[in-house]
T-cell receptor
Framework: GESVGLHLPTLSVQEGDNSIINCAYS??????FIWYKQESGKGPQFIIDIRSNMDKRQGQRVTVLLNKTVKHLSLQIAATQPGDSAVYFCAENVSGTYKYIFGTGTRLKVLA | DSGVTQTPKHLITATGQRVTLRCSPRSGDLSVYWYQQSLDQGLQFLIQYYNGEERAKGNILERFSAQQFPDLHSELNLSSLELGDSALYFC?????????????FGPGTRLTVL
């Protein structure tokens, strides 16, 4: 069944192309950020994280970029595959707290 | 499979009622988190427990309460239910409950309040 809201922004990409998903975070005091993937009917799944002392971090096929000046985070997925189809959202942790604030999410559709 | 289990999978109840959602963390994880995911508000952090003690509170209503038991499983109690409480409720667990610990999410409980 559907896990998240029906009115999420959608990014459609061709299989094999690169995807870029953006997130504007809310609190300038946030110093730790996470990207999650949520497939239909499942719970969120950790993809990659980044601390505020870094601008870029790479994982397997994924890269996260952090721009603290404009409070912006992006997730780049290389060579997008059908299995990447999901909702992606960012989360931020405000320094000194254990609380997390989540973005609204972007639906990624991979076209064959 | 994340190793986190949640029961029940689906719950349908009426306004004014009370329900209990249950979560078993991954083996060895000491910290449990509860989240609410609704259509209009996205994912919201509710509360975190570490080794039986409350560690952090988010946007949890006073009608909601949670606890973590000595065997580390957790329950989220929702009372005086309203239509707006209809949502997916996720539990997650992590090892030591630190901010940078990876959280593993369960499959969720879908609550429908009629």
């Amino acid at each position: 069944g559907e896990s998240v809201g029906l009115h999420l922004p959608t990014l459609s990409v061709q299989e094999g192309d690169n995807s870029i998903i953006n997130c504007a975070y809310s609190n300038s005091a946030s110093d730790y950020f996470i990207w999650y993937k949520q497939e239909s009917g499942k719970g969120p799944q950790f993809i990659i994280d980044i601390r505020s002392n870094m601008d870029k971090r790479q994982g397997q096929r994924v890269t996260v970029l952090l721009n603290k000046t404009v409070k912006h985070l992006s997730l780049q997925i290389a060579a997008t595959q059908p299995g990447d189809s999901a909702v992606y959202f960012c989360a931020e942790n405000v320094s000194g707290t254990y609380k997390y604030i989540f973005g609204t999410g972007t639906r990624l559709k991979v076209l064959a | 499979d994340s190793g986190v289990t949640q029961t029940p999978k689906h719950l349908i109840t009426a306004t004014g009622q009370r329900v209990t959602l249950r979560c078993s963390p991954r083996s060895g994880d000491l910290s449990v988190y509860w989240y609410q995911q609704s259509l209009d508000q996205g994912l919201q952090f509710l509360i975190q427990y570490y080794n039986g003690e409350e560690r952090a509170k988010g946007n949890i209503l006073e009608r909601f309460s949670a606890q973590q038991f000595p065997d580390l499983h957790s329950e989220l109690n929702l009372s005086s239910l309203e239509l707006g409480d209809s949502a997916l409720y996720f539990c997650a667990s992590s090892g030591a409950g630190e901010v940078t610990d990876t959280q593993y999410f369960g499959p969720g409980t879908r609550l429908t309040v009629l």
